[in-house]
Structure formats: structure tokens, C-alpha cells
């Protein structure tokens, strides 16, 4: 997992990547304006999800 911070007009954005670790392809990911424990939840949630 990774946090890459933009700068975009002034505002700071967060992009959020889950990478397949054999090909490299992007799987999952979140673009948020807050970098904060929510955004970190929201990913692992999507790499474990609940049964």
C-alpha cells in the first residue's frame, strides 16, 4: 500500500494504491482530500474484506 500526496489548484490530494505484487498492476485504490486513519481502514478493508 501506498500514500502519494498531490499538490492540484492549492489543495492537497491523496491517492491511495493498492499494487498486485507479481505484475505490478494497480488493484485497488481511493483519492481523498484528508490524509487520516480513515483513508488507511478504507484500503485494508479492501485488501481483507469481512466474511
Known sequence: MDITEFHLKGLKI???TILDGYVGDIDFYLISGHLNMEL?????DKIFPKH
Open 40 to 44: 488507511v481502514v478504507s484500503m485494508l
Open 14 to 16: 491523496y491517492l491511495s
